[in-house]
């Protein structure tokens, strides 16, 4: 199949290495080898067998039989699926709660080592019903010393912490 078509339906770059590579139809196609006036080009991805030859008037013979997405969707693809894969591990790792932000600072200097009912007291008004759902056991409803202080965060169940208070 002997086709010429015009340079301006490809272009030639280069790739972050350095290479040459020639971008036709939204597919990659890295240098194979140089014969007497023609270039032979590969396809990026290494199952496939398309191949395009190339001379200075431009595209002399290809042979496009892609078994793969064009460069353009598999990058979205690619983008996409590692974007999904990076907010699961956000929602596993922080609740869902927008104003956790708020609270964050709070919960780490005075709920990971809380002693007495007094500091459960003064945290209980900065932590609203809006912001972030919080249960405490107050005083006179203990029943035994060290009884444990739950805090929950019902958009993420995995974010529970459960503190050991003593009793006054």
Excluded at 13 to 42: H, Q, S, V
Excluded at 67 to 84: A, G, L, Q, S, Y
């Amino acid at each position: 199949m002997n086709i010429t078509l015009d340079p301006k339906q490809f272009r030639i770059e280069k790739t972050t290495r350095g290479a040459p590579c020639l971008i036709f139809e939204n597919y990659k196609f890295r240098y194979g080898n140089k014969m007497k006036d023609e270039i032979r080009w590969r396809c990026t991805n290494k199952l496939c067998k398309a191949t395009i030859k190339t001379n200075e008037k431009g595209i002399t013979e290809k042979r496009t039989v892609h078994d793969h997405e064009p460069m353009n969707e598999r990058r979205t693809v690619k983008k996409n699926t590692k974007m999904i894969e990076r907010l699961k591990v956000k929602s596993f790792m922080l609740p869902t709660n927008s104003n956790y932000k708020d609270v964050k600072g709070d919960v780490k200097e005075q709920f990971i080592k809380p002693k007495t009912d007094k500091m459960a007291a003064t945290i209980a008004p900065k932590c609203s019903s809006s912001s972030l759902p919080v249960r405490f056991i107050p005083g006179e409803y203990r029943t035994v010393p060290g009884e444990l202080l739950v805090v929950k965060d019902r958009s993420n169940h995995f974010m529970d912490l459960l503190l050991a208070l003593e009793k006054i």
